[in-house]
């Protein structure tokens, strides 16, 4: 999926209608990440610039990142921990 492609809100979770809300409107999205099962859990603040899905499921969002010096990143939405929020 692209940001772009039509989907219906009861098609997608409440984190990826958040971020895409974000992306439309070119707001910073905040959220908990872990990279991996063991890392551990950090704060993101996140511009979102596209949504898709990877040939293996995983919904992924991609954007410049403003804890990096706005170098982009992309973020797995399953690792996201608890909720979304714009703040």
């Not at 039509?6 to 009861?10: E, L, N, Q």
């Not at 511009?47 to 899905?53: A, D, G, I, L």
């Not at 919904?59 to 410049?64: C, E, Q």
């Given at each position: 999926m692209h940001l772009n492609d039509?989907?219906?809100?009861?098609d997608i979770t409440f984190n990826e209608g958040v971020l895409r809300l974000a992306a439309v409107h070119g707001r910073v999205a905040e959220?908990?990440?872990?990279?991996?099962d063991s890392a551990p859990i950090?704060?993101?603040s996140f511009?979102?610039?596209?949504?898709?899905?990877t040939r293996d499921g995983h919904?992924?969002?991609?954007?410049?990142d403003e804890d990096r010096e706005g170098q982009y990143r992309s973020y797995r939405l399953d690792r996201?921990?608890?909720?979304?929020s714009i703040p």
């Open positions: 039509v989907v219906r809100a009861s959220f908990r990440y872990a990279k991996s950090e704060h993101r511009v979102p610039e596209s949504v898709y899905t919904v992924v969002i991609v954007g410049p996201i921990k608890g909720e979304v």
